[in-house]
Each structure stands twice: as structure tokens, then as C-alpha cells.
């Protein structure tokens, strides 16, 4: 039924084994484990690449959530009319 219109959607917006290459590649350099060499970067596989970029945003996500934590603790220790207050709130919204 849909395999025709599948097969020409697929060849609309599949990208290539190059295109690919390239974009793992650019992942590699931005996952700190694999860019400060603690892993030999042209050694690590794509699936690995992928799984570490998971994981990185995973953890930067943890840290968004710590750190917001932290602020509105802080913000509810702090003069509501005091500038620290007022920077606090600004950095939460």
C-alpha cells in the first residue's frame, strides 16, 4: 500500500554515507571524553559517537537542572528587593 510512497519519501530526505561521516565527525569534536584524547577519536565508532552524545546531553541536562535548583534555593535566601535577587531571577527565566 504505502511501500511506494515510503521508498520516495526515504529518497526525498535521506542523507548521505558522506554527509553522515561528516556529522559524526563534527560530534566527535564536541564531546569533551573524546576531544581532550582520552579516547583516540578516529578509533571510536559512530555508534559510539552517538551513544556518547546521548549521554553528554543527558548529563548537560542534569546540570541545567541542578544548577536552576541551586539559583531558585539561593533566590529564596536572598532580599526579593536586593540586585542579587533581581540577577538571580534574571539567569532562571
Not at 23 to 36: D, H, T
Not at 43 to 59: D, F, G, H, P
Amino acid at each position: 500500500m504505502s511501500g511506494g510512497s515510503r521508498s520516495s519519501r526515504e529518497g526525498s530526505s535521506r542523507i548521505s554515507d558522506d554527509q553522515i561521516v561528516e556529522l559524526v565527525s563534527k560530534l566527535r569534536q564536541l564531546l569533551p571524553e573524546i576531544r581532550q584524547g582520552r579516547q583516540l577519536s578516529n578509533k571510536v565508532s559512530a555508534s559510539k559517537v552517538l551513544q556518547e552524545t546521548c549521554n553528554y546531553i543527558r548529563n548537560l541536562h542534569q546540570e541545567v537542572d541542578d544548577l536552576s535548583e541551586r539559583l531558585s534555593q539561593l533566590l529564596q535566601s536572598t532580599d526579593p528587593d536586593s540586585p542579587q535577587a533581581s540577577i538571580i531571577r534574571s539567569l532562571i527565566m
